[in-house]
Nanobody
Framework: QVQLVESGGGLVQPGGSLRLSCAASGISFSLYNMGWYRQAPGKQRELVAAVNRDGSTNYTDSVKGRFTIARDNAKNTVSLQMNSLKPEDTAVYYC?????????????WGQGTQVAVSS
């Protein structure tokens, strides 16, 4: 059974920091591209940051320089360090694992963790 379990969300003041973690089980973690998505009320889910199997990373423009994604293949975890948080970062954050093969796509999601940035 595949599980992606997020942790680390919460309420933080603008300018503050949070670190999200996602623990994966039931998958060959190192074979998956991992990502963090977020969905704010009334908005579509968007990719925040991703780290690929080869360790390459990409970020949405609004978080560049503030967020850092990292994976630990030995611990089957992916983290998102979020600094200089802004109210517009408020959303439910989801962990995603995806593996694309020649004739298949494996795509898994966590249950989400709430991040609220407010004074």
């Amino acid at each position: 059974q595949v599980q992606l379990v997020e942790s680390g969300g919460g309420l933080v003041q603008p300018g503050g920091s949070l670190r999200l973690s996602c623990a994966a089980s039931g998958i060959s973690f190192s074979l998956y591209n991992m990502g963090w998505y977020r969905q704010a009320p009334g908005k579509q889910r968007e990719l925040v940051a991703a780290v690929n199997r080869d360790g390459s990373t990409n970020y949405t423009d609004s978080v560049k320089g503030r967020f850092t994604i990292a994976r630990d293949n030995a611990k089957n975890t992916v983290s998102l360090q979020m600094n200089s948080l802004k109210p517009e970062d408020t959303a439910v954050y989801y962990c995603n694992a995806v593996r694309v093969g020649p004739q298949y796509t494996l795509d898994y999601w966590g249950q989400g963790t709430q991040v609220a940035v407010s004074s």
